[in-house]
């Protein structure tokens, strides 16, 4: 079975947005001589080997990367750009460039399920045909996303490939499989790594080996390897990726730009708004299903001050149980407090002996047939009542 992927609108617009700013580049693909680092070589001779120790290689191979950003292209001018493209998706206009001293950096807001990963995977092929960029590090904040994005980029090779007639060439980061790094600097093509965070974000005696010199690896730093390749950085989730540290673990990739695709981005790391669709927008346009609302109904009650919210009723093979909300008396106060409750559960003995809950708080009975918990003194909820004190909150 072959999946068939219908061309959204939306998608196109966000690629787009990031292509647009950087209008007046022109598509070039740089060349550039690679480390090959060092070996050892057993010399034979008389029967008796000889080991000459490291050896420098005199002869390099090529490599392929990212052209930064020609010098007629400058700042003021790429926020001009970046300034038309927000007024022409209704996004505040930046003042300035924010996060300069580390590349070029953009936001991309998509509601989950609108197909964030497709989104920028064909950001990566219009960057491609535009400018002639083909290095990517796709970092995510775990290894479950990182095998989820794998399979995305295996999912979408035919449909990527019929559209703009190339292969993108892509790879999880192994450090066990660091010749994966010398296919990644010296193929021409679109090439994409990607890698979780926790590969690369350690120090002290936890370094991890992409900034270490290995032996398997001729002597040389993988992050070195890569960072000459001037890739473009795609971090997908950075609210979860991107801690004090792992900022400045990113620096050490020389990334020409970075990219953030999140539905929930943190207001630290907004850097220059290109695109946003919003719950609301991918609703209107009938990408997500409608948001569901749970309503809380106040009750009439004869308690005087006690709290209670019905949370839901759990029906299983077992008698039903139900989730209740009260306050529970503590060394500093109340508090409000879920518990799951039986039949035969006494409130009063639960909140640790608040007068409140003393008269009748004791489950009679839980009714899954209509979400229903009724209390020895009369008192009835069903699932999103309230009685008590009640706040707006």
């Not at 990031?18 to 070039?28: L, N, R």
């Not at 070996?39 to 392929?64: A, F, K, L, R």
């Not at 490939?161 to 660091?178: A, M």
């Not at 990408?287 to 009439?300: D, F, H, P, Q, Y």
Request: charged share 25%.
């Amino acid at each position: 079975m072959r999946l068939q992927y219908k061309h959204q609108k939306f998608q196109a617009d966000a690629a787009k947005a990031v292509v647009d700013v950087f209008a007046g580049q022109p598509f070039m693909t740089g060349s550039y001589l690679i480390d090959r680092g060092y070996y050892s070589t057993d010399v034979m001779g008389g029967g008796v080997d000889v080991n000459y120790g490291n050896v420098q290689m005199e002869e390099s191979w090529e490599g392929w990367r990212n052209q930064p950003i020609v010098p007629a292209l400058n700042d003021r001018i790429i926020l001009e750009h970046l300034q038309k493209v927000q007024r022409s998706y209704q996004l505040k206009p930046s003042d300035k460039l924010e996060g300069r001293e580390n590349g070029y950096n953009l936001t991309v807001e998509m509601e989950t399920g609108v197909g964030k990963t497709y989104t920028y995977i064909k950001t990566m092929y219009e960057l491609n045909r535009a400018y002639g960029w083909s290095k990517f590090i796709v970092v995510v904040p775990s290894i479950a996303i990182r095998e989820g994005v794998y399979k995305s980029f295996q999912m979408t090779q035919n449909h990527f490939t019929e559209e703009y007639g190339k292969r993108i060439r892509f790879f999880i980061y192994n450090s066990s499989q660091l010749t994966e790094i010398d296919s990644f600097a010296s193929d021409s093509g679109i090439n994409v790594m990607i890698i979780n965070s926790q590969a690369f974000n350690a120090k002290g005696k936890d370094a991890r080996k992409i900034y270490m010199k290995l032996d398997d690896f001729r002597s040389r730093r993988p992050i070195d390897i890569i960072a000459k390749t001037n890739p473009v950085l795609i971090i997908d989730e950075p609210q979860s990726v991107e801690g004090k540290q792992t900022k400045e673990r990113l620096k050490e990739f020389h990334p020409l730009l970075t990219l953030r695709y999140s539905a929930t981005h943190r207001a630290d790391s907004v850097y220059n708004m290109v695109y946003r669709l919003d719950a609301m927008e991918a609703y209107n346009k009938r990408l997500v299903k409608k948001i569901e609302v749970k309503g809380i109904c106040e009750s009439g009650t004869t308690a005087t001050n006690s709290y209670l919210y019905l949370e839901s009723v759990n029906v299983s093979k077992s008698d039903p149980t139900a989730t209740l909300q009260f306050d529970v008396k503590q060394s500093a106060g109340t508090k409000v407090k879920s518990r799951i409750v039986s039949v035969g559960d006494n409130l009063y003995d639960y909140s640790n002996g608040l007068e409140e809950y003393r008269d009748g708080y004791v489950v009679k009975s839980i009714d899954g047939r209509d979400n229903s918990v009724e209390f020895l003194n009369g008192i009835r909820l069903c699932a999103g009542d309230v009685v008590g004190k009640v706040s707006e909150d």
